[in-house]
C-alpha cells in the first residue's frame, strides 16, 4: 500500500529458535528503520540505517541484530529471545536520513515468542 | 529525556463532528519537532502532520490541524469534520535536533472510534 511491505505477517517462535523478519521498500529510499510496537510501551525506536550504514543503536539487546544489505531489504535477526519480546515490529523508509522526512511505514511482522 | 503523554487512552466522535486529541510533553530542549501520526486497524501507520517548534504558526493538512502551545509543552490535535476513515490510533512523537536515537520519542496513544 505505501511501498513498504514485511514478511512474514506473523510470527511464532520459542525462545532457543532462530528467526528473521524482513522489510523491503520499493520507494527509492535511503533511509530505513526497525521500530517495536508492544502493548504495554510506548512506540520505540530500534535501529536505524541511511545508505545501508547502521546510524542508530537505541540501547536493542544484542539478541537482535539487523542487517541492511542494500538501501531497499532491511532484515532483523533474532535469536534467543525473551517473551516480553513479544509485539509488533515495524519496519519505515524515508528518502533521507533527516527528521523532515517523512518515513512510509510497512504493516509490520506481528511476533509471539513462547 | 523526553517524555510524551496522551491522557486519553479511548476517544469517540460522530460523524462529521470536530474533535480533539491532547497531547503533552516534557522537554527542556529549545528546537525540536513535533508529529501525529495515525495507525488505523490492520493497516500501516502514517504520518498526519508536523510542527517545527521555532515556528509559530500551527500546522493544517485538510481537515486535521495543531493547536501548539510550546510555553504549556502541549500539542493537540484536531481533527473536524471526523469520517469514518479517522477510525485509529493517533500518536503524538516528538524528536529534538540531531540524531534520532532516543530523542525520537512517541506517546502511548489514542484510540478514536468514529461512530455513523
Known amino acids: 500500500e505505501t511501498g513498504v511491505t514485511q514478511t512474514p505477517r506473523h510470527l511464532v517462535m520459542g525462545m532457543t529458535n532462530k528467526k528473521s523478519l524482513k522489510c523491503e521498500q520499493h520507494?527509492?529510499?535511503?533511509?530505513m528503520y526497525w521500530y517495536k510496537q508492544s502493548a504495554k510501551k510506548p512506540l520505540e525506536l530500534m535501529f536505524v540505517y541511511n545508505f545501508k550504514e547502521q546510524t542508530e543503536n537505541n540501547s536493542v539487546p544484542s539478541r537482535f541484530s539487523p542487517e541492511c544489505p542494500n538501501s531497499s531489504h532491511l532484515f532483523l535477526h533474532l535469536h534467543t529471545l525473551q517473551p516480553e519480546d513479544s509485539a509488533l515490529y515495524l519496519c519505515?523508509?524515508?528518502?533521507?536520513?533527516?527528521?523532515?522526512?517523512?518515513?512510509?511505514f510497512g504493516p509490520g511482522t506481528r511476533l509471539l515468542v513462547l | 529525556a523526553q517524555t510524551v503523554t496522551q491522557s486519553q487512552p479511548e476517544m469517540s466522535v460522530q460523524e462529521a463532528e470536530t474533535v480533539t486529541l491532547s497531547c503533552t510533553y516534557d522537554t527542556s530542549e529549545n528546537n525540536y519537532y513535533l508529529f501525529w501520526y495515525k495507525q488505523p486497524p490492520s493497516r500501516q501507520m502514517i504520518l498526519v502532520i508536523r510542527?517545527?517548534?521555532?515556528?509559530?504558526q500551527n500546522a493544517t493538512e485538510n481537515r486535521f490541524s495543531v493547536n501548539f502551545q510550546k510555553a504549556a509543552k502541549s500539542f493537540s490535535l484536531k481533527i473536524s469534520d471526523s469520517q469514518l476513515g479517522d477510525t485509529a490510533m493517533y500518536f503524538c512523537a516528538f524528536m529534538k535536533y540531531g540524531n534520532y536515537g532516543q530523542n525520537f520519542v512517541f506517546g502511548p496513544g489514542t484510540r478514536l472510534s468514529v461512530l455513523p
Open positions: 510542527q517545527e517548534a521555532y515556528k509559530q
Open positions: 520507494l527509492g529510499h535511503n533511509a
Open positions: 519505515a523508509s524515508s528518502q533521507g536520513y533527516d527528521v523532515q522526512e517523512t518515513q512510509y
